[in-house]
């Protein structure tokens, strides 16, 4: 990713955008809601006790925002409200599971959009295509691009084509951790083990600082603690959503009384593990800020990836 094009394209990125903004998404919203409300059917009962237990699942699978406060705030204390989020991790999830399943590359793009169009066109989950199609572009035509480059432009061209996304924190978020992510296997290709769980965490803190700083979470041990508990907690919540659809299926109340108990008791321990963590913040986050504190160190991070090549070169 070379820093001078990178300056070079984002006038560019901003005047297309905002000049016209284009926004290709706004024809779609009619079928994304009908797909939407069709998910979210399916995990909607009568009976407002299991109902809860459903409000999960709906987030989860169906991406319909988390209606209860003392669920939201716990699941944001805890680092997880992210996994909530329809975002790049579901997309990735089920590619893999397409592909064990050896399913074609056009096959599983169908049913990855169709997926995209159930969730609410979520911005996370359009740059996760977005991106997933570069990759895929890149490998058919012989091109190499490192995750980092990859990432970034597929981010630009989502704001290109959609410019609410400039005002979408989500958008942002999601772009912002993605970033880091993969910026850290540029920095060191061929880390230590220790390095390998620690300088992910470290790009996402420092990425993320003046968000967290505003408006979220500024102990690290909430980015830990998150860290930590995601795959088990995605295991529960897939898990949680087999029972309420074969419990559908089974028209069977025991299956429905299961997923409650399984749901409370999660809450439960995920209170307990958020006691130690101090509330978050409650300022007003400017995206220009956070715009111009991402692009700046992204430029220095570029310049350090290139002096560290060139000594490891020497060496």
């Keep these: 990713m070379s820093a001078t094009l990178m300056i070079m394209i984002l006038p560019f990125v901003l005047f297309l955008s905002i000049q016209f903004k284009i926004d290709i998404l706004k024809p779609l919203e009619p079928l994304s809601g009908a797909l939407h ?27 319909q925002k988390i209606t209860q406060p003392t669920q939201k705030h716990t699941l944001q204390k805890s680092g997880l409200y992210h996994a909530i989020v329809v975002s790049g991790g579901h997309f990735l999830f089920l590619d893999s599971v397409l592909k064990r399943l050896l399913w074609p590359a056009w096959l599983r793009f169908i049913l990855l959009g169709t997926y995209y169009l159930m969730t609410g066109l979520q911005a996370p989950g359009l740059r996760c295509l977005m991106q997933m199609s570069a990759s895929s572009l890149c490998r ?11 990432c970034f432009y597929s981010g630009l061209f989502c704001l290109v084509i959609c410019s609410p996304l400039w005002m979408s924190l989500s958008f942002w978020l999601s772009f912002t951790v993605s970033l880091s992510l993969s910026l850290s296997g540029d920095l060191f290709p061929r ?25 979220g979470y500024l102990h690290p041990l909430n980015l830990i603690l998150g860290m930590l508990l995601l795959q088990p907690f995605c295991v529960i919540l897939l898990g949680s959503a087999g029972l309420i659809i ?30 130690i963590i101090p509330e978050k913040n409650h300022g007003h986050l400017s995206l220009f800020y956070l715009w111009f504190y991402l692009f700046t160190l992204l430029a220095i991070v570029h310049v350090f990836i290139i002096y560290f090549r060139r000594d490891t070169i020497r060496e």
């Design 191 to 215: 880390s230590q083990a220790g390095l390998n769980g620690l300088l992910p965490l470290s790009l996402i803190y420092l990425f993320l600082f003046p968000f967290n700083f505003l408006h």
């Design 246 to 275: 074969l419990g559908r299926g089974l028209n069977n109340d025991g299956l429905y009384e299961l997923n409650f108990q399984i749901n409370r008791h999660l809450f439960l321990i995920l209170e307990k593990f958020t006691l």
């Design 37 to 63: 409300q069709q998910c979210v059917s399916w995990f909607s009962v009568n009976s407002e006790t299991i109902s809860n237990s459903y409000n999960l699942s709906r987030a989860f699978i169906c991406g």
């Design 140 to 150: 058919r035509n012989g091109k190499h691009l490192s995750s980092a480059a990859l």
